[in-house]
């Protein structure tokens, strides 16, 4: 009898100990916070926004992609995917530039993987206007055509935009995700992992598609 009640007690404590009956569970102040105070759509296209935050060279966005690829094979149809690039430090401003040049030129989809695979997998250091311009010429644009957008109105207005996106969301870290501008999704949070951060994803916008 003795041995049998030993054997039963780690599951005993497993079953019962504190919070252990939440395991799964999307908590605020663990999964997720709110965004204080909540922010306005970005495009105001009638859909839940799902906007990640990112810089290309933090090596856990790099591998967050891989996770993120996955869920917009499965997006709902309810819901508008944004991305926007972070900086919280000087240095960063100019992969903000860059991924405002590609997305101006229509080489969004032909850069954005490449350059993070550069840095991270490659270790090359695309951290100045003319390595960036040849890493470009690589996929296609001219060098004309990079000058001509790299420092434009445009692509300064957007960096400047970008920049208050994350004041405004709070954000303190890469990635991040901010679902509707109401939640904030900090990826280390409660040790979730990257598949906790798509579950907390997916069970806020089932929040706000049922609001």
Request: net charge positive; with cysteine.
């Amino acid at each position: 009898m003795k041995s049998v009640l030993a054997s039963l007690i780690p599951f005993l404590f497993f079953a019962f100990a504190p919070g252990s009956h939440a395991a799964g569970e999307v908590t605020e102040g663990v999964n997720y916070q709110l965004v204080q105070p909540a922010q306005p759509p970005i495009k105001n296209s009638g859909k839940i926004e799902v906007v990640e935050m990112f810089w290309y060279g933090c090596p856990h966005c790099h591998r967050f992609q891989t996770h993120l690829d996955r869920w917009l094979k499965t997006q709902p149809d309810n819901v508008e995917f944004i991305r926007i690039p972070v900086i919280l430090r000087e240095n960063w401003a100019i992969h903000a530039r860059a991924f405002f040049t590609a997305q101006a030129l229509g080489k969004l989809e032909e850069i954005h993987k490449p350059l993070f695979n550069a840095i991270h997998n490659e270790k090359r250091r695309l951290n100045t206007e003319k390595s960036l311009m040849e890493f470009f010429a690589e996929h296609g644009v001219s060098n004309d055509d990079f000058r001509s957008v790299f420092k434009s109105f445009s692509v300064n207005s957007k960096v400047r935009r970008a920049d208050k996106f994350a004041n405004k969301y709070g954000i303190q870290g890469t990635p991040t995700v901010v679902v509707n501008g109401k939640y904030r999704i900090d990826t280390g949070m409660g040790k979730q992992g990257f598949p906790g951060v798509i579950k907390t994803i997916n069970h806020l916008i089932s929040i706000e598609g049922n609001s």
